[in-house]
């Protein structure tokens, strides 16, 4: 069995292909990367030596070369654009980039596109939970870009691709929560907005769980499905969970959201702060000011068997071994 990996330079992508290189049911891991040279630095630090099985062929989005290839029966498609500075890179990347993948994809293989919570928006006002059939509405460039991405697939008639809306995805391998472990280091631990936000989370082992979950069996007559980890957690959940495993504690400040914008804004033109705070764009700030993002994970579960066992601390206690493995805390 042969598997296709896109983004296995990033967080997601290259978890699954170290789940995938320990499989003994799969048999070549092909992954299509922009820099192989920074792939290999990576999988060599995480101690994998042992690459027989792992073909990286230099490609990238929007227009993938996949001629090398050969025939795959399963895709995992990671690649993507999160941060971006403008509308047109989500859309050129996120849509382009993943409509001509499958285009290029050699054989008929099972597809499944990481896409996201942010493609349906916050929870709506008055509901627990946001569920698949409340109208989506994404209220980031990234947001509407997932959602674009999805329509345009359907459309081009591309057979057995599942879109997984994914919420935070937390796990070892993530460099975004970096700045929440460096804040926790400190005796003031500052989280927007007064009024408690809840979210959805999903592990990255729960993740790879549900990625394989599809390929085993399917999800009914599901074509797109949100996934998450047991519970919904709050933004002082979140800070107070990585100060516990990080043996720290601190006070808890909620800063009034107008003070984010300029600093969000300052960070389009001054590109050393985007380089710092790349998750505040102006463009992403916008999902900052929503206080729910809960979405209702029960129709995968029930349609696919799956259901996600981590827990936050366990998570995160994880997460920070691997940022202090790779001295980046
Ligand atoms: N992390 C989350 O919390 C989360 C939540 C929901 C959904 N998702 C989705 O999950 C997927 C993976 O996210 P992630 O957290 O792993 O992101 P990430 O760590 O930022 O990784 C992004 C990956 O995409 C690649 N990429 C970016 N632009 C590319 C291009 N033009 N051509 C080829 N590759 C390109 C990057 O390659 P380089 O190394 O070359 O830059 C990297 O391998 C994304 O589609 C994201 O939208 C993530």
Redesign the pocket.
Known sequence: MRLLV????????RTIVLRALADRGIGEVVAP???PE?LRAQLAREGVTHTAKLRVIKA???RWDLRETGAVDRVVH?????FGRSRDEYFR??VD?TLDLLRQLPGSPRVVV????SAGGPTPTGHQAKKLDHPDRPVSWYGES?LHMEAAVREAGHHDVFFLR????LGPG?R?TLPLFQMVRGKVWTKPGVKPKHFSWISSDDLVDAIETWFHRGAGELGTAHVTSPGTISDADLMLTAGKVSGRKGRLVAVPQFLLKPVAFASKFIPAIGEKVPSLTPDRAREIWADRWVIDGAPFEEASGWRGRATLEDTLARTLAWLRRERLV
């Open positions: 896109t983004g296995a330079t990033g967080f997601i992508g990367v922009r820099s920074k990238g989005a929007p990671c690649a993507g654009v999160l990347i996120n980039g990481l896409s996201s919570q997932k994914a919420p935070m995805v993530d975004a």
